[in-house]
């Protein structure tokens, strides 16, 4: 039996109303290759009873699940062939369980923080409708944990300005010099 190769997983994180969505679709709908974009929100919205919003203490557990459900249909998706763009509120803290399966897995693994900002993520996200979070207070403090990411600060685009195309053409540079491609296993303490 021939095997395929394997796709690449790339993470677009950032908080919410950063542009990840409109950015990860424009760069799924226009790639060369077969490529599938996970909206990791769907992976909360499907929960329909005992949802807790994921910014909350208590849904530590809930997390949990979602972020494996998430690491396991991404990795499938790039064993089958295909390249996988996840876009969501992933941040650092998120990396670990990613890294570990791309690793066992041998998946490249990007990641990409898109950070506008605070005034243009609050405009975005709180023009929102649906599900969405569009609550000021959670949003500020989501917005925080993506201000210092230390060592992971040279994957952070500043999209100020930009077009979404011009965000995403600039995203598709950085992946195409491989300036994203985060070390095949996590690094000490995060």
């Not at 290759?33 to 329909?48: G, K, Q």
Request: proline letters at 6%; one cysteine or more.
């Amino acid at each position: 039996m021939t095997t395929q190769s394997a796709g690449e997983l790339v993470l677009l994180g950032g908080p919410p109303g950063a542009g990840k969505s409109t950015i990860a679709e424009i760069l799924a709908t226009t790639a060369s290759r077969a490529t599938v974009h996970l909206h990791t929100d769907s992976f909360y919205v499907w929960i329909r009873a005992g949802f807790v919003p994921p910014y909350l203490p208590a849904a530590g557990k809930q997390n949990e699940v979602v972020t494996a459900v998430l690491v396991a249909a991404a990795c499938e998706y790039a064993r089958g062939g295909y390249d996988v763009i996840a876009d969501g509120v992933l941040g650092p803290w998120m990396l670990e369980p990613f890294q570990t399966a791309c690793k066992k897995q041998d998946i490249t693994l990007s990641y990409a923080v898109l950070r506008p900002s605070l005034d243009v993520t609050l405009a975005r996200a709180t023009a929102r409708e649906g599900r969405q979070l569009t609550e000021v207070e959670p949003i500020v403090g989501l917005y925080g944990a993506f201000r210092d990411l230390g060592r992971l600060e040279g994957h952070v685009l500043d999209s100020d300005g930009q077009s979404a195309e011009q965000t995403a053409a600039s995203l598709f540079s950085g992946l195409t010099d491989r300036r994203y491609v985060l070390p095949i296993a996590p690094a000490e303490g995060g």
